[in-house]
């Protein structure tokens, strides 16, 4: 019987976000090979490095865990939605591109309402 000792010396990582749980975070970059998985969703070609990023994680560029949808809830994140590990900057862009898709298509839909309203009230 040897007093094992050393289960309180695991390897920290103080780059986990807290969103995701050790465990998943874990699996999801080693799934993404400790590599940015972004493929251009920031809104980066990513041309330089065959079409995805090239950050890798480390301490100048910790990466995140996060869901695949950017606009997905913090809740369906934790939830097993698809995940992705992202650098802060991709993580950051394909918000960004999101959001802004998202407005697009919501200023789509007024522009199809108007215009229904303008040709509905105007039948003469
Ligand atoms: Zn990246
Ligand atoms: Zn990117």
Do not use: Y
Not at 16 to 42: F, I, K, L, Y
């Amino acid at each position: 019987m040897n007093g094992a000792s050393s289960a309180g010396s695991v390897a920290f990582d103080p780059f986990r976000p807290p969103m995701v749980g050790a465990e998943t975070w874990q699996s999801a970059m080693d799934a993404a090979g400790w590599r940015c998985e972004c493929t251009g969703q920031c809104g980066k070609g990513h041309g330089k490095t065959a079409g995805r990023c090239g950050i890798n994680h480390g301490t100048a560029h910790p990466l995140a865990v996060t869901a695949a949808d950017p606009t997905a809830s913090l809740h369906a994140a934790v939830t097993g939605a698809e995940l992705v590990a992202l650098c802060a900057g991709c993580q950051a862009g394909s918000k960004r591109a999101a959001t802004k898709a998202a407005e697009q298509a919501a200023a789509d839909r007024t522009d199809q309402l108007d215009l229904f309203d303008l040709t509905g009230g105007d039948a003469a």
